[in-house]
């Protein structure tokens, strides 16, 4: 059963792909939202860099377009 999970990064990581998915299509909070829930996942799985990457892409939408 354990192996038909998947992988908690690999879930953070679909989250930041979805965000950049949302962003594209104009959807800023949709996309904050996914940034935000992949960047605690990386923190609690001790991933800093990615924390990082997902929390500097939340700082560009933030900014005026």
Same mark, same amino acid.
């Given at each position: 059963?354990? %192996?038909?999970?998947? +992988?908690? &990064? $690999?879930?953070?990581?679909?989250?930041?792909?979805? %965000?950049? &998915?949302?962003? *594209? %299509?104009?959807?800023?909070?949709?996309?904050?939202?996914?940034?935000?829930? %992949? $960047?605690?996942?990386?923190?609690?799985?001790? *991933?800093?860099?990615?924390?990082?990457?997902?929390?500097?892409?939340? +700082?560009?939408? $933030?900014?005026? $377009?």
């Amino acid at each position: 059963l354990r %192996a038909s999970l998947p +992988a908690p &990064i $690999a879930v953070a990581r679909v989250r930041m792909h979805l %965000a950049e &998915i949302l962003a *594209a %299509a104009g959807d800023r909070a949709g996309a904050e939202l996914e940034l935000t829930a %992949a $960047a605690e996942a990386f923190d609690a799985l001790q *991933a800093p860099r990615l924390r990082e990457r997902c929390l500097a892409r939340r +700082a560009t939408l $933030a900014e005026p $377009a």
